[in-house]
């Protein structure tokens, strides 16, 4: 699906952070008003990402940082949207708490607007996002497009992406593919880090 995007932009991994965007109860949980169907398939490949991710972390002594985020509560403009604001209850992660680095919460689908995102990638001297999480065209591409502009390489992990459908999800993507991100698989993505020195 994204085969020209990706003979002229191939993958290539530099100095990257992870984003795990909004992988949370309010999304997760079956009991929530928001719940994602086949949220759980993705749940899944996240956490396998992000272990195997951290164990050749510490096999090759290099430093990726994984950086959650929390949507809570909501901005104006979200309360007037959808008219409500994401409670506490629903705002935990819902994911292995010892996969993640650091927590940041947000109140807009953008993970860098009023938050501490961009400082914390500066501090690391990252260079290049890698972005997993929900919604794809919602929260994951605002933050993707919001980091393009701000100069970091985007990857975009296609099977630790999870939308309200695949029509969403792969629109997306191919939306992202034209302008702004790699899109690639988390074993694709796992191959590459191998191969940094």
Known sequence: MFYLERTR???RISKPAILVIDVQQYFFSESSPAFLKGSWRVRENIQMFLK????LSEELSLSIPVIATIHKGGSENMKKWWGNVLEDVWAKLAIKEDLVDVVIYKDSYDAFYMTELEDILKAKSVDQLII????THLCCETTARSGFVRGYEIVMVEDCLWDKDEWYHYASLKNLAHGFAVISTSQEIIEQVKLVK
Request: glycine share 10%; no cysteine.
């Open 9 to 11: 932009h191939p993958l």
């Open 52 to 55: 195997r991710i951290r164990q």
């Open 132 to 135: 997993s999480g929900v919604m």
